[in-house]
């Protein structure tokens, strides 16, 4: 019973904030999506990225294995994914950008932050700036044939990245009133993803829920056992484990609806798989985080 509570104190402001956003939609209420998905990357999760970094206390050389443990998992991600496109005659302009990267922005940190702390939140990040290296290079160069590392550097996420790693090394701090504003800005990040979460799913139009299903669970397998051997192959501890593996098998991200129809996709199959999976992930994260935790 305590080990359901707990589960169940995590996964709980996820599910509320996101249903927040779906009905906010369904009632009729204006939701600027583009402004609010602008604001949080380029300013508030920015914030609140480098200054997690900053004040984390974890031992940066086990932020160097978890980095090196995600690269491999993401690497395996793309192998797997790239033999399963090809196998099954899929296109992979579609469905492999969103077979290999998970929410683990919106979902992902709240999670891990909810779950495991200021220092899962910590963990949490560096998964994501890996995901998000990747994502802005290969990811986009599959869906449009057009990544380059000078689009990547022009992120502000990955800046933030970059330089709170740069702090965390040096053992800097910034000055009280800079880090309180930064703090500050960086706190909006969490509630407004996860409201824009159900926003966007509320407005999404699925079609082929079938295969989006059973694909759904597929990567839900692949990205675990992916996950699992990155991080007992680098030998994670146990909250860098756990937060590898929770943000690895996180649901298809809407970005990459929105990447799908931007760059000519089909955009209605990768909006089925973000439906499927996150449908799939009410039942798998509970128990992922029962058998983590």
């Known amino acids: ?43 508030s ?7 997690a970094l900053m004040q984390t206390e974890v031992d940066p050389a086990a932020l160097t294995s978890l980095s090196l443990a995600a690269a491999l998992a993401y690497g395996l991600l793309t192998l797997a994914f790239w033999g399963l496109t090809s196998a099954m005659k899929l296109d992979r302009r579609t469905y492999l950008a969103p077979l290999i990267f998970g929410n683990t922005g919106n979902v992902g940190l709240p999670l ?54 740069l702090f965390l090394w040096q053992g800097w701090q910034t000055p009280a009133w800079l880090t309180n504003s930064l703090e500050l800005t960086g706190q909006i990040a969490i509630p407004l993803m996860l409201i824009t979460l159900g926003v966007a799913v509320a407005r999404l139009n699925a079609r082929h829920l079938g295969r989006a ?14 996950a699992l051997g990155a991080g007992l192959l ?12 929770l943000q690895v098998t996180t649901p298809v991200a809407v ?39």
């Open 112 to 165: 891990a932050l909810f779950a495991f702390g200021q220092a899962g939140l910590g963990y949490a990040i560096v998964v994501f700036a890996v995901m998000i290296l990747w994502s802005f290079t290969f990811g986009l160069w599959v869906v449009a044939g057009g990544g380059s590392p000078a689009r990547l550097l022009r992120e502000p996420i990955m800046g933030a990245t970059l330089l709170g790693a």
């Open 45 to 51: 999760v920015p914030a609140l990225v480098f200054t």
């Open 1 to 43: 019973m305590n080990l359901i509570l707990t589960v169940l104190e995590i996964v709980a402001p996820v599910g509320l904030l996101g249903l927040v956003g779906f009905l906010w939609v369904r009632a009729g209420f204006e939701y600027r999506l583009e402004f609010i998905t602008r604001l949080c990357m380029t300013l």
């Open 234 to 245: 680098f030998d994670l501890p146990g909250t860098a484990l756990a937060v590898l593996i």
């Open 255 to 293: 970005t990459s609806y929105m990447m799908a129809e931007k760059y000519g996709a089909d955009s209605d199959s990768v909006a089925g798989l973000v439906i499927a999976s996150t449908l799939l992930s009410v039942i798998t994260l509970p128990l992922t985080l029962a058998f983590l935790i």
């Open 213 to 226: 299903l059973w694909l759904s669970v597929l990567r839900a397998g692949i990205c675990l056992a992916a």
